[in-house]
């Protein structure tokens, strides 16, 4: 895989452990993040909403627990990996960071009706690195795809017709 890719990857996925830890940092002490808190752009008004938490789950934890994963999955050596597995896990999970996207985006603009200029950075982060993941999937596939012999049965030659 080209190492801009890697680099890209390995980078976004960064930021939105960045972002992820400074949210759940945010959540745990009681402060509310730097952002407007008046408007459309408040932060302090998506931060503190019930759609804040899913399933019991501050969802600033759920984007720290998927960007450290995503980090884990977008490392150098899991570039590398020919294990067909590792490319899977990656774009299943970049899918599942979109579908939690999706969810987010519409309780911010339908429910809370007010926007987290912090939630929008990992949004962001969160699509790029789908797009990414997704672009590169059939290259990846192709290079862990199994060498094919001369001996397989697909290779047969077809009668010719004349």
């Known amino acids: ?62 984007g ?5 994963v995503m980090t884990a999955l977008n490392l150098p050596a899991a570039w590398r990996s020919e294990r067909m597995a590792v490319g899977w896990a990656r774009l299943l999970w970049s899918l599942v960071g979109m579908g939690m996207v999706l969810y987010l985006l519409s309780a911010e603009l339908f429910a809370i009706k007010a926007i987290c200029l ?27 795809a199994p060498a094919r012999g001369a001996g397989d049965e697909d290779d047969e030659e077809l009668p010719s017709i004349r």
């Open 118 to 144: 912090w939630c929008t950075g990992v949004h962001v982060v969160t699509f790029a690195l789908f797009v990414l993941v997704l672009a590169s999937f059939p290259a990846l596939a192709a290079r862990n």
């Open 64 to 68: 720290l627990a998927y960007f450290v």
């Open 1 to 62: 895989m080209s190492s801009v890719v890697v680099g890209a990857a390995l980078a976004l996925s960064a930021v939105g452990l960045g972002i992820a830890t400074y949210l759940t940092v945010d959540h745990y002490t009681g402060t509310l993040p730097v952002c407007s808190a008046s408007g459309v752009v408040d932060c302090a008004k998506v931060t503190t909403s019930p759609q804040s938490v899913v399933l019991g789950i501050p969802v600033a934890v759920l």
